[in-house]
């Protein structure tokens, strides 16, 4: 069946920088845009970036733009978030999301059709 399975959350101080991983399985990665969302504690889920199939073409959320870098590997089946410059406001549990076409990876949560079960970043002093 379609799994994403999240990976690379943690502790980080301010300023310091996390790696999040996505590994998928189940459906044909290379056909699929990607997204990563996230979900702060009492606040509701936000796009944080997303990437089409064919992974040139990324797109980054305002508080994300500048800080964070989303790529993927079709080769393994595997979507990364590198995240830098990490800032309290960061502290979130973060989601892979699996778009229902490749040429969208924006913030329209109807367009992702599968959710992994989410990684938690925590940024703190």
């Known amino acids: 069946q379609v799994q994403l399975v999240e990976s690379g959350g943690g502790l980080a101080q301010p300023g310091e920088s996390l790696r999040l991983s996505c590994a998928a399985s189940?459906?044909?990665?290379?056909?699929?845009?990607m997204s990563w969302f996230r979900q702060a504690p009492g606040k509701g889920l936000e796009w944080v970036s997303g990437?089409?199939?064919?992974?040139?073409?990324?797109y980054y959320s305002s508080s994300a733009d500048g800080r964070f870098n989303i790529s993927r590997d079709n080769a393994k089946n595997s979507l990364y978030l590198q995240m830098n410059s990490l800032k309290p406001e960061d502290t979130a549990r973060y989601y892979c999301?699996?778009?229902?076409?490749?040429?969208?990876?924006?913030?329209?949560?109807?367009?992702?059709?599968?959710w992994g079960q989410g990684t938690q970043v925590t940024v703190s002093s």
């Open positions: 999301s699996k778009g229902r076409r490749g040429d969208y990876a924006g913030p329209s949560r109807h367009e992702y059709g599968v």
């Open positions: 189940g459906f044909t990665f290379s056909n699929y845009a």
């Open positions: 990437v089409l199939s064919e992974g040139r073409h990324t």
